[in-house]
């Protein structure tokens, strides 16, 4: 009697990793940005690059999914997976975007930490995605993406109440909360995807 | 001879009818808030409270959804109606929000009504969700929100004009018009939740 | 032998270039309002017919869809295209309806030639949705649709660059940002347009 092994397309794992360590260098990128003198766009090249090569892996993912037979898990939450890494990386995309063509240089004190939630998140990411294979040990994971969603939800309304408080003339806070709100985006994005991972996980126990 | 009554979970007009309650709480705590004196954070804690309760019961949907063989109608309308319940209580925890975080306590004359038009948008829905049961009167429902939801499209406009015509300052027209979209979008959920009705009682007739 | 045909609807062509049409009146309206005396709104009163005209070939679009058994495509492809191109609508409508509202009467140098990207836009999927039928010469639409976006964006970033560079004053940058962002969401949503009709020639190819 032989054994026939099921066919099953790993690469999935490899492409669902790289998006999520594109999601590391876009909020490195991020947060370098918040030091850097604006006239230099080095950074927001680097941050289109790193745009770039996120929407080249999700279409990997979208391509190999229309044409494998077997996928290691259901169709739809291939999909939700690989956009919702995605939207992460357009809101932080626009983030850049912003403070570069608003010429910002002077953010909120709180900001800096909102990037490092940011940060935290994708590098936890990027460490989970591996283990969606043997689907081991991802309960950490989304326990603590909700807690940094919830950690970036304070500091987002610590910031905003602040650009309200009367520190900021019109025109900063109309510059200014544009990227606070692409960084709240992105966290909140992350949230999405540790859901869409709860919900792969729950159906594959 | 004997008949075979069909098991239908009956409960899920309990779960919408409860859904479409903690609607009404917070339409009302939002009418509350516009008196309140915005450092007694009080209201917003209800709010919040009453958001909470509303995620409850959209999860209890949710999960009896995915756990019914049989389900009263449609599984996708079932999903659409608990997430456009869920919209809605989502946009009016925002205007509150908004309204506590930028410390707004003056408000253009208009948009008393214009809370007043998701109040009775709360209520209509709360009234109608039991008459799921036997998809009776409900016609009289999904014309009466498209009606609400007209008027309160005119209110909107009017108080958008209003807000740009020169009245206010820069820094208040950014603080209202957050306030005034986050209840004319509570609004448009509603049109969406009576669209889904709607659908609902066609495929059923 | 007889040989069946294989009823198709071909009226689907139709109704899609119909809605198509739509969309080039409503971007020749937006080109007008710009030279437009804003207490004069005639302009904005056909915009809103043209609106309503669109909004009853989707129904139409969707209506047939529902009660059609054999599709010329997909049904889901034709539900995407026929709210993409309803999407359009939506945000030119917009863009009208706030410039009357706001009163805006001076416009950004480079808004005209963005409006005129939509009218370009507006035209080549007027002339490209009777090519549905044959699926020939689609290509040419799909690629100078994505060109025209590209343009659309450089032009976006140019005039938000130039909304925040010091030349206006903040109640007037909160006027002209929601406007040429209105723009902006209708050339993507024609890129989003253009998308569905390539994922409809691949799959017929």
């Known amino acids: 009697m032989r054994f026939r092994i099921r066919p099953v397309e790993t690469t999935f794992y490899d492409l669902f990793t790289e998006s999520a360590q594109h999601l590391v260098t876009g909020a490195d990128l991020l947060a370098q ?15 289109r690059e790193a745009e770039h090569q996120a929407d080249e892996t999700t279409h990997r993912i979208i391509k190999r999914v229309n044409s494998t037979f077997i996928t290691p898990f259901d169709r739809e939450d291939i999909y939700a997976l690989a956009s919702g890494l995605d939207d992460v990386m357009d809101h932080m995309d626009e983030a850049v975007d ?20 940011l ?27 909700n807690r940094l969603e919830n950690e970036g939800d304070r500091n987002h309304r610590r910031i905003l109440a602040h ?8 025109m900063a806070v109309l510059k200014l909360k544009d990227i606070v709100e692409s960084v709240e985006s992105a966290i909140d994005a992350f949230e999405s995807v540790a859901n869409t991972i709860e919900q792969i996980a729950v159906k594959e126990s």
Chains 1, 2, 3 share one sequence.
Do not use: C, H
């Open 119 to 145: 940060q935290r998140a994708a590098q936890l990411t990027a460490e989970a995605m591996p283990r969606l294979r043997t689907m081991k040990d991802l309960e950490e994971f989304w326990i603590e993406i």
């Open 33 to 47: 940005v918040l030091d850097m003198d604006v006239t230099n766009g080095d950074i927001a090249e680097r941050m």
């Open 163 to 170: 650009l309200f408080d009367g520190s900021y003339k019109a």
């Open 98 to 117: 912003s403070i570069v063509l608003y010429g910002v240089t002077d953010f909120p004190e709180a900001f800096a930490g909102q990037v490092a939630v």
